[in-house]
């Protein structure tokens, strides 16, 4: 079992379970590494994963029938293998007929053999399973038809001998999986839930000193993303730092059973991104948002209902899911809605977002030979991001990283375009460069602390390339200085 390191110490406040930095902890500086207790699908996947490597699966293990494998694995845990080569009564279809059992199966079996019994899953069971909330929850109903009743109602309970199988316990993991999980990409760029017990535990803030990285083999670690005085207390995000403030509160009650009442949280202005904030329709410049209660204008003072505010906010959620991956749609919305939000209002940087990764698409399309609006365009949405990363992702971001890479990369091919036809000067273009390589100098920097074999490790590797071009086509017009 692997624990917080040496920076940093598990106390109580406010009744509180708590981390808190024991010496000033700098940026990058590992505070937590950590493997999965289990790796599972996610609970509503469709694809086969292999019940070794994860990989999708499209054969069953020859021996017991039961789990899938992938053609490159040839065997998969012993013991669950011997389980189900002993229990004949059982459904050879069991887990493929329901698969969304496998994790709270998984546990089981780990309950069950000897050799894991006093494992990360006994370790698991000691954590708070919030089930005053989670009992009044949705996500019980839906776990009670999609895992209880399966497993229940196939007979397997009786193959147990070490554990008593109920809906008691089969609830209790359900919810302790769903708060001690994170998504994760595999290797095959499909996303699966990894299992761990350390990181979860650390608080929630909306304004988080630190970021969490899962290399390719699902080791987790937690660095410092921001400088952490001595007596500071470590926190980490659960949810995307782009939504906003009412969005991000029910997707963490939801999810993890969070009140969260950060300083974000508390900020009508959202750190100054104006993230939630309509515009006033009674006066020319004033922006409306929620606070004391209220949706009030800043300038004015005047009020919009809280209905209001939430009909205009399902019709756009409505039109941007209605938009369904089509520019153009997206390009209209943003006209239609302009006079109606702030530009950085989270719901106009979803559709811009959908934009930029559809423009993202087609010029990385060999096949499509984008005019240079597309480009424009790209660069044109990259610049209205990258501020509102910034502030609300301080310190070491690899979101922030990920913008800067995006914007550099369009606005390196425009600027050779325009250069080789004869657009800009031999200046301005030295100029740009040297501004990509600063960016792109940025962006390395803070992947730096990215595990090498993690999606975000290998863009690091892709910015260092798109970095030397740089450097070559400054030397081809005599320059690499100032
Ligand atoms: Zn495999
Ligand atoms: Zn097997
Ligand atoms: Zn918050
Ligand atoms: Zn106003």
Redesign the pocket.
């Known amino acids: 079992m692997q624990n917080f390191s040496e920076f940093c110490q598990l106390s109580i406040k406010d009744n509180k379970l708590c981390l808190k930095a024991i010496i000033d902890i700098t940026p990058g500086d590992v505070i937590l590494e950590e493997q999965p207790i289990l790796m599972s699908p996610q609970w509503e996947s469709d694809q086969m994963k292999c019940s070794n490597c994860l990989k999708s699966s499209f054969v069953m293990c020859q021996a017991c029938l039961v789990f899938p494998m992938c053609v490159e694995c040839s065997a998969h845990d012993q013991f669950d293998c011997e389980f189900f080569q002993r229990a004949k009564n059982i459904s050879k279809n069991v887990l493929i007929s329901n698969y969304t059992i496998y994790a709270p199966l998984k546990c089981l079996l780990k309950m069950e053999n000897p050799k894991t019994s006093n494992g990360g899953v006994n370790e698991l069971l000691k954590l708070n399973a919030h089930l005053e909330d989670y009992l009044k929850s949705e996500t019980w109903v839906e776990h009670r038809q999609k895992v209880v009743q399966p497993i229940l109602e196939c007979g397997i309970a009786e193959y147990f001998q070490n554990i008593k199988v109920d809906e008691e316990i089969l609830q209790k993991l359900c919810s302790l999986i769903d708060l001690n999980s994170y998504e994760i990409t595999n290797r095959d760029g499909e996303q699966v839930r990894g299992i761990y017990l350390r990181a979860p535990t650390i608080p929630h803030s909306c304004i988080p000193n630190t970021l969490m990285a899962v290399d390719d083999d699902f080791n987790l670690k937690i660095y410092a993303s921001l400088p952490i005085r001595q007596g500071e207390i470590i926190y980490i995000s659960y949810t995307n730092p782009l939504m906003g403030t009412s969005q991000r509160q029910h997707h963490l009650k939801m999810t993890k059973f969070i009140d969260c009442s950060c300083p974000r949280c508390k900020d009508p202005t959202e750190l100054g991104t104006y993230l939630s904030s309509i515009k006033?329709k009674?006066?020319p410049e004033?922006y409306?948002s929620f606070s004391n209660s209220q949706w009030t204008?800043e300038?004015?003072?005047?009020t919009i209902s809280e209905v209001d505010v939430n009909r205009l906010l399902s019709e756009v959620a409505e039109q941007i899911l209605y938009a369904d991956g089509d520019v153009r749609q997206y390009e209209a919305l943003l006209a239609k809605y302009t006079c109606d939000f702030h530009p950085h209002h989270f719901l106009m940087i979803d559709i811009k977002q959908n934009i930029a990764s559809i423009l993202r698409a087609i010029l990385m399309n060999p096949l499509c030979q984008p005019g240079r609006s597309v480009l424009r365009r790209k660069i044109e949405l990259c610049e209205e991001m990258l501020p509102v990363v910034r502030a609300v992702q301080p310190g070491i971001s690899r979101l922030y990283a990920i913008a800067l890479y995006e914007f550099v990369i369009t606005f390196v091919e425009l600027t050779n375009y325009e250069y080789n036809d004869g657009e800009i000067s031999i200046d301005e273009y030295k100029n740009r460069l040297l501004k990509s390589r600063e960016m792109s100098n940025e962006s390395v920097r803070m992947l730096e602390f990215e595990p090498l074999n993690s999606p975000e490790g290998h863009l690091g590797q892709r910015i260092k390339m798109e970095l030397k071009q740089i450097e070559e086509y400054l030397t081809k017009v005599g320059s690499d200085a100032v």
């Open positions: 006033c009674l006066c004033g409306v204008c300038k004015c003072s005047s």
